[in-house]
């Protein structure tokens, strides 16, 4: 595992022996995992590019996934999203990232090793609730080409820990505010998924 900063965002990836498949619900095929990263602001009621009932998170985690037959690209992707909001608590994953994030704000495009964990200690593996819609990318080149699965299970951060993301961003000013503002939703249906 290893997080770089990719001008726009944090992005940690995972070199495995055999690929991480995602699949069920909304999707026809199975997905494999790509990355994830980071989008957040300077407040706590920012940062966050999604909202729910128009309520902003401090921080969003994206999944990125391509259709397992092929590489990703930008015509087969599906990025699940996770809220992280403040509580006294961080999920037991990201801490292993923040070990490393100041670091990875400091060198742009350069490897900084994560010691592993298992992504289950970061992201819920059990059904879940959540919202579904066809979108776009939210960083260039905006392609309209993404499968967007929303969790309605939202992780917790502590102040402290969501003040590494924000020193990073001082850092390195390119990751400050990195989210794109909600967009209209041009007549794109919005559907709610509950497991029975």
């Not at 299970?153 to 990073?168: C, G, H, N, Q, Y």
Request: proline content about 4%.
């Amino acid at each position: 595992m290893y997080l770089v900063n990719e001008s726009e965002t944090l992005r940690l990836y995972i070199q495995a022996k055999n690929s991480l498949h995602f699949g069920g619900g909304v999707l026809e095929c199975p997905y494999n995992f790509d990355h994830l990263h980071f989008h957040w602001g300077t407040e706590d009621d920012k940062g966050s590019e999604h909202k729910i009932d128009g309520l902003s998170y401090p921080l969003e985690m994206h999944v990125v996934h391509g259709i397992a037959e092929y590489r990703t690209t930008l015509d087969n992707i599906v990025v699940v999203s996770y809220f992280f909001q403040i509580d006294n608590k961080t999920t037991e994953g990201l801490k292993n990232l923040l070990e490393v994030t100041e670091a990875a704000a400091q060198n742009r495009h350069v490897k900084q090793n994560v010691k592993p964990f298992p992504l289950s200690s970061l992201v819920p593996n059990s059904s879940f609730s959540y919202y579904s819609y066809k979108g776009s990318l939210t960083m260039q080149p905006y392609s309209e080409t993404v499968t967007w699965i929303i969790s309605n299970t939202v992780l917790s951060i502590t102040p402290i820990d969501m003040e590494i993301f924000r020193k990073a961003a001082r850092i390195d000013e390119e990751l400050e505010n990195n989210f794109r503002e909600c967009q209209e939703l041009n007549n794109r249906t919005v559907y709610f998924i509950q497991p029975v």
